[in-house]
């Protein structure tokens, strides 16, 4: 047959070709006679064999299939231009192997190590003055939470970086509040070119009144910082000094002595705060002041990065940052956070809502006012501090609020309490706060009602935790709602956790660091996390309060200790208390005082009349006879046995009056006693 003949053709080498153009049917196939999983191949079959002539589309469908022989060729001619193509590349190349390839990828992967090792130390390629030096002393602010003051300076010039408060401990009886000690800016006054405030918080600028009173410099800061020191100047009689305030732009650098100094946008739980970048003599000097990371801030302005970045691709040789929350791992909330929990609280409310928070957290208020605004309530704002810082935002266009939303602490009462919202003072528990005198039914307009919601909006500054329990034990027992640290997305911090200060460790990428604004734990765990972000263990150092640092482009070390301390303020009259009446009040408060009164005859040198003796706090009431009656006893054999030249001297009786008792009370009551003896001598 026509098939056996062309498969038997030896000069054939390709393989035979299904014919498609006869189908199964026409040659006579039946599908079941077909042997399983066989593949069948048919030879092609020429125009003359079979006598017919394909039709058009089948001869084009042909004509496009290659045959083996055009497929020979071509892998022929395809090898040979693989050949000339590699004959061509090893003519342009050389003959590299894959090793060397390697070899380049390697030496890439080294040059681009040197490339990020460049931009991490990018403070070693600025051009310095190899002779410059500063100096770097805080006042306050180490150790403690509060009461922060830095002075930057150099040979012939000086800064002082914020002027703060700090609040005291329960046994410093009588005082209010705590600022630094000025002592060491006598011996530099006459080369401080002026103060730099970084924003308006009571631990940054509460101190500066009392600065003012002994010392008088320029004031640079943005505009709300100048505006709340301003109305302190004009609370303590400084209004005249309004005259030495500079309002500065964020992102212009000014001269100011020898330093050049530019403010930078950060935020932080006030609005208007800064960091600065401080070029000096040394190098530069970058300092965070307070702040977070917030990417959603209520006015819609986050930490510059892009000018931090900046500075930190300029070399920055030293940085100084807030170690608040090193503690704290992760991020801080955002302070739109607080937003949403405020919604619910307010939505829920049956009755008043009154809200505390810092005086100074415009945000914080600014939010819970637009909550009530949002479900109908009129806004009655009571406490001094918080009506004062709330009209100066709204003054300088901080925030927009409307007049007619606002009533007066006597108008509450006009209102139902689901229509109205109080936000006050007294978040710390202070006594004399607008909140501490609702919760004690103190308050000459408001009282706390069992239908009332209140959220305390802050966390409890270490120190105020004694306080701030006592005032959540008189709300509680007044039976209102009151929402604290136990609902946390009401409050959330204004200081960088871990994650941040990392981004601006890796920002900044300083030489040496200085962690500031915290207590020892603080900025010890501040120092760990720096370390892991490539700053050198000995380039880190924990100043305490005093320290004075010198750096230099190639050292940092501390040179001297300066006097610091705490000057401590009675703030109902705004004047200073002294050491000595601070230890007085001290003595008094634990050991309590014994007076004496005694008249003595010199002629006869004897007892005139029965001694007159006054003493609290020694030993209760219902002991005072029998206590008496042995001062009587012990005056008895004093006068018989008393040299007598002492009759001869007021002050030198007393004097012996005084020790011989201070060792009787010691033997009976194993404490000392202000002893106050009052001699007549006759």
């Not at 734990?521 to 380039?539: F, P």
Request: overall charge positive.
């Amino acid at each position: 047959m026509e098939d056996n003949k062309i498969n038997e053709n030896p000069n054939r080498t390709e393989k035979p070709k299904r014919n498609h153009e006869n189908t199964r049917e026409a040659k006579g196939e039946n599908r079941e006679n077909r042997e399983p999983n066989k593949r069948r191949f048919k030879p092609r079959k020429t125009e003359e064999a079979n006598g017919t002539e394909k039709p058009r589309n089948q001869r084009t469908q042909n004509r496009n299939r290659p045959n083996s022989r055009f497929k020979k060729q071509e892998n022929t001619q395809n090898n040979a231009e693989t050949r000339e193509n590699r004959q061509r590349f090893d003519k342009n190349y050389g003959n590299k192997e894959v090793n060397a390839s390697n070899l380049e990828l390697r030496k890439a992967v080294e040059i681009n190590a040197k490339v990020h090792k460049s931009a991490l130390t990018l403070h070693s390629q600025v051009e310095i003055n190899p002779n410059g030096k500063v100096r770097i002393t805080p006042l306050g602010g180490l150790g403690e939470i509060g009461g922060n003051m830095t002075i930057v300076e150099t040979q012939n010039s000086a800064i002082i970086i914020d002027a703060g408060m700090s609040f005291p401990d329960d046994s410093l009886h009588g005082v209010d509040i705590l600022v630094p000690d000025f002592s060491y800016l006598e011996v530099i006054k006459d080369k401080i070119a002026g103060i730099i405030i970084t924003h308006a918080h009571e631990d940054h600028i509460g101190a500066m009144p009392y600065l003012f009173k002994k010392h008088q410099f320029p004031i640079y800061g943005t505009p709300l910082p100048l505006g709340l020191i301003g109305s302190k100047f004009d609370e303590h009689g400084l209004k005249r000094f309004r005259s030495l305030f500079r309002a500065v732009e964020k992102r212009k650098p000014i001269q100011i002595g020898e330093f050049e100094i530019e403010w930078i946008h950060i935020t932080h739980s006030i609005v208007d705060s800064s960091a600065l970048a401080i070029k000096t003599e040394a190098g530069l000097i970058f300092h965070t002041g307070d702040f977070k990371i917030d990417h959603t801030p209520i006015d819609g302005y986050p930490t510059d990065l892009n000018r931090i970045a900046y500075y930190g691709e300029q070399g920055v040789l030293l940085l100084l940052s807030d170690s608040t929350n090193s503690h704290k791992s992760g991020y801080t909330p955002s302070e739109a956070s607080v937003g949403p929990a405020f919604d619910m609280l307010f939505s829920r409310a049956k009755g008043r809502v009154i809200m505390s928070t810092f005086s100074s957290n415009i945000h914080r208020v600014y939010q819970a006012i637009n909550h009530g605004l949002k479900y109908g309530r009129k806004v009655a704002v009571i406490g001094r501090s918080m009506e004062k810082n709330l009209e100066i935002a709204r003054t300088l266009g901080y925030i927009d609020l409307p007049q007619n939303i606002f009533i007066e602490a006597h108008e509450v009462a006009k209102y139902a309490d689901e229509e109205v919202l109080i936000v006050t003072t007294g978040s710390q528990g202070e006594t004399m706060s607008a909140l501490y005198r609702m919760a004690t039914d103190e308050h000459r307009h408001i009282k706390i009602k069992p239908s009332d919601t209140i959220i305390l909006s802050a966390k409890a500054i270490p120190g105020n935790e004694g306080s701030v329990s006592n005032i959540l034990n008189f709300l509680n027992k007044a039976g209102a709602k009151v929402y604290y640290q136990d609902f946390s997305e009401i409050h959330t911090s204004g200081h960088a956790a871990q994650e941040e200060q990392k981004l601006m460790l890796r920002l900044v990428k300083p030489k040496f660091f200085l962690p500031v604004h915290g207590e020892y734990n603080h900025i010890l765990k501040h120092k760990e996390t720096a370390i892991s972000c490539g700053v050198e263990e000995r380039n880190i150092y924990l100043m305490e309060d005093g320290d004075q640092m010198e750096i230099a482009h190639n050292y940092l070390r501390k040179v001297r200790s300066v006097k610091t301390g705490k000057t401590y303020i009675d703030n109902q009259v705004n004047t200073t208390i002294a050491n000595d009446v601070i230890l007085d009040r001290q003595n008094l408060a634990e050991n309590g005082i014994l007076i004496v009164h005694l008249e003595l005859s010199k002629a006869k040198n004897s007892v005139l009349s029965k001694p007159r003796i006054q003493s609290t706090g020694i030993v209760a009431n219902k002991d005072t006879i029998v206590f008496n009656k042995e001062i009587e006893e012990f005056f008895s054999l004093f006068v018989k046995n008393c040299k007598k030249e002492l009759y001869n001297s007021q002050k030198s009786m007393e004097n012996e009056i005084r020790n011989a008792l201070r060792k009787l009370m010691f033997k009976k009551t194993k404490r000392y006693p202000t002893i106050i003896p009052i001699v007549d001598l006759k």
